[in-house]
C-alpha cells in the first residue's frame, strides 16, 4: 500500500505530489484519481489519469473562451502534468498505443499552456544527428528581454519535458535565470516517437544544446548551468567533462556512472572480480539469478526490463549489461573543471557513488546533503523540491556572483 495508490508501484511512479509547489497536479486531485484506480492496473491508472486531465482540459478551454488567460493557461499546464503521469506504468517494447496517446495529449496542453504566457513560449528544435530535440526556452521572471544566466536542463531515463519543467525550470525562472530543458537520446518524444536511443557520450549532446543557447540574445555566455537530475546525475557531469563552455554544474544525485549502480547487486549475486570487472564474462547463472530477482521485484522488473532495455535500445539482459559499461565517468572526471554541486539523499539508492563522484572531482566542489527529517531524503528529493531548488540556486548565485 502506497502513498497514494494501493499498488506501490504505481504510487512510486506518482512524482506529480513533488510538483505541487510549481503548478501542477494538486494534492486532492492526485487521492482522486487513485480512489478512481482502486485496485486497478496499468490500463485502469493511465485511463485515471488521462480522463482528470480531459476534465481539465475543457476547463482550460471554456476558461480561454470567457477570456480568462491566466485560469486557462494554469489550468493547460496542470493537464499535462496529469497527462505526462498517466503512462509510465506501460513502458516497455513495443511501444504501447495508449502511451503514445497519452504522451501527444501531454505536449499539446503543454504548448496550450506555455502560448498564454507573456511572452509566450514555443516549441523549439535543437539539432542533432538528423533528428532535431525537442526543447524549449523559458525566460527568467521579469526578465523575458534581458540578458542573464542559463539553467541548462537534462533528464535521466524516464522523465519528459513536463516533469523538468515543474521540478526545476519554474524555480530557475523565478530566481533570475533563463531556463533551456530538452529531450535528449533515449528520453522523452526522442524515444516514444522516433525510437532513438540513449548515448554516453553527453558532451556531443550537450554541445550542441549551447551551440543553440548561444544564439539567444538573452542569454549570458559566461554564466551557462548545466543541472542533470536522476541518471542525469551521470549525464551531465559526462558532459561537462567535455564541454568546455558550462561554467557550473549540478548533479543530482552524484552518479559515476551505470555499471557502478549494478556492481555491488551482481556482487550480492556472487559474481566473481573478473565479471564484475568486465560485465561481458557475467556467466549464465548469475544472470539467471538477476532475471529472478526480477521477476520476484516489479519495481526491478519495471526498472530494467520495462525500462532500460527500451532507453538503450537492447532486447536482453546480457545486452544491457555489455551495453552500460560505456556509461561511466572513469577517466573523465578529472577534466572537469568548472565548479560542481554533487547532491546525496539520505534514502535514494543512486546517491551511493556520490560521495565517491565528490572526492575524485578536483574542480571546485560542494557536496549537498538532504535529509528524511527535512523531507527531502528520497531520490532527486522528489517531496521535497522546494528545498532542493532554494539550495541550488543558491550555491548557484554565488557561483556566478
Not at 187 to 216: K, S
Request: hydrophobic share 45%.
Amino acid at each position: 500500500m502506497g502513498f497514494f495508490f494501493k499498488d506501490d508501484l504505481q504510487d512510486a511512479l506518482t512524482w506529480a505530489a513533488g510538483y505541487i509547489p510549481y503548478g501542477a497536479a494538486d494534492l486532492g486531485e492526485i487521492k482522486a484519481v487513485a480512489q478512481t484506480v482502486g485496485d486497478g492496473d496499468a490500463g485502469e491508472f493511465n485511463k485515471a489519469w488521462v480522463e482528470a486531465g480531459d476534465r481539465i482540459v475543457e476547463r482550460a478551454r471554456a476558461a480561454l473562451a470567457a477570456g480568462k488567460r491566466t485560469s486557462a493557461r494554469d489550468a493547460f499546464m496542470r493537464a499535462s502534468c496529469h497527462y505526462a503521469s498517466s503512462y509510465r506504468p506501460l513502458f516497455g517494447k513495443p511501444v504501447d498505443p495508449r502511451l503514445l496517446a497519452s504522451f501527444g495529449k501531454q505536449i499539446a496542453a503543454f504548448n496550450d499552456g506555455l502560448a498564454l504566457f507573456d511572452p509566450p513560449v514555443v516549441p523549439l528544435r535543437i539539432p542533432l544527428d538528423g533528428q532535431p530535440m525537442p526543447a524549449y526556452f523559458l525566460p527568467a521572471r521579469g526578465r523575458a528581454n534581458g540578458v542573464g544566466p542559463l539553467m541548462i536542463l537534462t533528464n535521466g531515463y524516464d522523465a519528459t519535458l513536463t516533469d523538468m519543467y515543474f521540478a526545476s525550470a519554474v524555480a530557475a525562472s523565478r530566481r533570475g535565470y533563463h531556463c533551456l530543458f530538452f529531450d535528449g537520446p533515449g528520453q522523452g518524444a526522442m524515444l516514444f516517437e522516433h525510437d532513438v536511443h540513449i548515448r554516453p557520450d553527453w558532451e556531443n549532446v550537450i554541445g550542441p544544446v549551447v551551440d543553440f543557447a548561444l544564439q539567444l540574445p538573452e542569454v549570458d555566455p559566461k554564466r551557462i548551468a548545466l543541472m542533470g537530475w536522476s541518471f542525469g546525475g551521470y549525464l551531465a557531469p559526462r558532459a561537462v567533462s567535455g564541454e568546455r563552455r558550462i561554467a557550473a554544474c549540478i548533479a543530482d544525485p552524484g552518479l559515476l556512472g551505470a555499471p557502478e549502480q549494478f556492481r555491488p547487486m551482481l556482487q550480492r549475486l556472487g559474481a566473481p572480480a573478473e565479471m564484475l570487472r568486465d560485465f561481458g564474462k557475467i556467466d549464465d547463472g548469475i544472470l539467471d539469478k538477476l532475471e529472478q530477482m526480477q521477476q520476484d521485484d516489479r519495481h526491478l522488473y519495471w526498472s530494467i526490463t520495462q525500462r532500460a532495455l527500451w532507453v538503450h535500445g537492447v532486447d536482453s539482459l546480457r545486452e544491457y549489461l555489455t551495453e552500460i559499461q560505456s556509461y561511466t565517468l572513469a577517466g573523465r572526471v578529472e577534466s572537469i573543471a568548472c565548479p560542481t554541486l554533487v547532491t546525496v539523499a539520505e534514502s535514494d539508492p543512486l546517491a551511493a557513488t556520490s560521495r565517491e563522484l565528490f572526492d575524485a572531482l578536483r574542480s571546485p566542489k560542494t557536496l549537498m546533503s538532504f535529509t528524511s527529517a527535512e523531507g527531502a531524503g528520497n531520490h532527486v528529493e522528489t517531496f521535497n523540491r522546494s528545498l532542493l531548488n532554494s539550495r541550488v540556486y543558491d550555491w548557484l548565485d554565488d557561483v556566478f556572483a
